[in-house]
């Protein structure tokens, strides 16, 4: 926030209006994503059979095992964003630092099964399947990736003692933007693993 | 500031207040922002104008003699790419929008001020991708339809990467506005007291917000299939190239009413002032605004009523297009009865005005033409449709962008410039522009198809009487450029409030100070009542 024109904004002001602009910034997001469902329910009403067929290509353990690491790491962060505001930077700083191990781990599953996929000389290019598959997890993965990025940002600002409980907007959003990218997943591993 | 209260109060106008090159690249205020914005969009604006005239020379006979049917291609691309992301995208919204918005809310700056210049970096970091990809050259058109986009040789990846980062610097700004608009607004600013400019930026924003992630997708899914042999697209694959046309128009067609709504706001804020009258029908104008951004995410499949789509599919887009017609005619009407009886002043802003209101009417209704299916069967991808584009984006949005910048350039940049001359190239704008467009609704109606270098002998007299008019709009459009430019160095130097308005942009010296107002003010009444005795 610039406060260099004099009129400082009252900090619960300042807040909801971060907030705000937060949540906008989401609506956007499910709206990129929202491209790609539109194209999978296209292609799945024209070839029902193929992603019968195709996915059970894909390794539903893995699939489960990822939802359940992102599902835990949203309640860690959930926990870490109450437990700055309630001033406890020490907690905070260890939910977030798990939280983006989780990021890690769900990462590292998915190079496994990308792994598996390319060893199996399946590429995004092998069916319209596995175009969806590869551009709505990939697109999903960057994401990861960003939110990794943005919570280890407020990991180090934590351990600095930039926030207390008076002010902790910035790990407010990052959590929101974590919650985003959970709750995108939990839509994406049963209309690609599960639904037969 | 810890000194004393009294020099906190002292006037340093914003444009005095830092000075060097570093202090425009690193500002946060809103002011200067606007100002980046705008001087960049003009120059865009310029140089696509100049391609345009090189084409029409070229169509100035029937043959190929001036440029080669290729370079036809690339120098439409390049007109049609410039225009719509450089200049009509970000034109108004950005620069008149940054400038304003908080002005006429009486708030010292937007939201959030580091994302503002963050937005401008981020649409010159597209401008360079994307005009880097076009030099190479690029003959995709702007639209970037597959199949052609997925197999041309031309850098279609970089271009499309150009146009997804603009995509996001539109997102951020609009997203910055509507947070300003719900959090920043002055003790007393109710929302039916707000000034129409910023009701239209407002529904400008949240179509910036809603439909610029598609196009996003879209082109990064374009990326993929050049990249990564993903086949959405590729009816070898099992795609379907009609569905990038959904996509694609699912962005663009609410795109055009980012370019025009924030034009109709300037409108509802000039006619007031130049007909000394309350605007008739504000909350009327207000929701139609609303009312069109709804509207708009109805009506994309009205481009490809030839593509191939269902009949029903294209009766149903047909219908719900001609709804669209009803919240413009809305405006209309009500500017219309703003005039009446009005004290009418034809100063440089309001013949703009006017010309927007009579040139946009005849854009507005040639659209009826090509929503009607059977008509549009006939007059798709024709001249008519180039004829109606440009009456909307010209006699609309041009128009109106020509509008603020005469009536807000005394606020802006507190100088006045040569009434005169602005008159004057006002006449030749407005001539040039009819001369120029209207023999095209013809052309289209015999047949005469769009994107061609060369054509039959029997459209000459029309296809150079269009190119006649294309100089004359050239004149006016560098008569009123070296008017404005003039100014800055040897204009009178202007007035608090030299037209008269009522909003709070005007309750400010010219050009503001730095902070806008020394003291957030409390807003008691709205900003139309004009002709009362006060």
Known sequence: ?196 | MANNTIAEHVYVPFLEEKKGILSWLTTTDHKKIGILYLVSVSFFFLIAGTIALLMRFELLTPEADFVSPHVYNVLFTLHGSIMVFFFIVPGLAASFGNFLIPLMIGAPDVAFPKLNIGSYWLYILGTIILLFALLKPADTGWTFYTPYSANTDTDVVLMTFGVFVLGFSSILTGLNFIVTIHKMRAPGMTWHRLPLFIWASYATAILQLLATPVVGITLLLLIAERTLGVGFFDPAKGGDPVLFQNFFWFYSHPAVYIMIIPAMGVISEIIPVFARKPIFGYKAIAYSSLGIAFISFLVWAHHMFTSGISEVAATIFSFLTFLVAIPTAIKVFNWTATLYKGSIQLQSPMLYALGFIFLFTIGGLTGLFLGALAADIHLHDTYFVVAHMHYVMIGGTVMGFFGALHFWYPKWFGKMFNETVAKVAWFLIFVGFNVTFFPQFFLGVEGMPRRYATYPQEFKSLMSLSTYGSWILGVGILIMTVNLIAALFNGEKAPQNPYGSLSLEWQVPSPPPHENFHEIPHVTDWTYGYGKKS
């Open chain 1, 1 to 196: 926030m610039d406060h260099s024109h004099g009129h400082q904004m009252d900090p619960g002001e300042a807040y909801s209006t971060s907030k705000l602009g937060m949540w906008l910034f989401l609506g956007t997001e499910i709206m990129l994503f929202g491209g790609l469902f539109a194209a999978y329910a296209i292609f799945r009403s024209k070839y029902p059979e193929m992603f019968l067929e195709q996915h059970r290509e894909l390794n539903r353990e893995m699939g489960a095992i990822n939802t359940c690491i992102l599902i835990f790491s949203s309640m860690t962060m959930a926990i870490g964003v109450t437990a700055i505001q309630r001033g406890k930077q020490k907690l905070t700083s260890i939910m977030l630092l798990i939280t983006i191990l989780c990021g890690f781990a769900f990462a590292g599953v998915k190079y496994v099964e990308y792994g598996a996929k390319f060893s199996h000389h399946i590429y995004p290019d092998t069916s319209i399947f596995f175009s969806l598959y590869f551009m709505l997890t990939g697109l999903h993965m960057l994401h990861v990736f960003i939110g990794i990025a943005i919570l280890s940002t407020m990991l180090v600002l934590t351990m600095k003692g930039k926030f207390n409980q008076k002010y902790s907007t910035p790990v407010e959003l990052g959590g929101l933007y974590w919650h985003l990218v959970d709750l995108i997943w939990i839509y994406l591993f049963p209309l690609l693993y599960l639904i037969g």
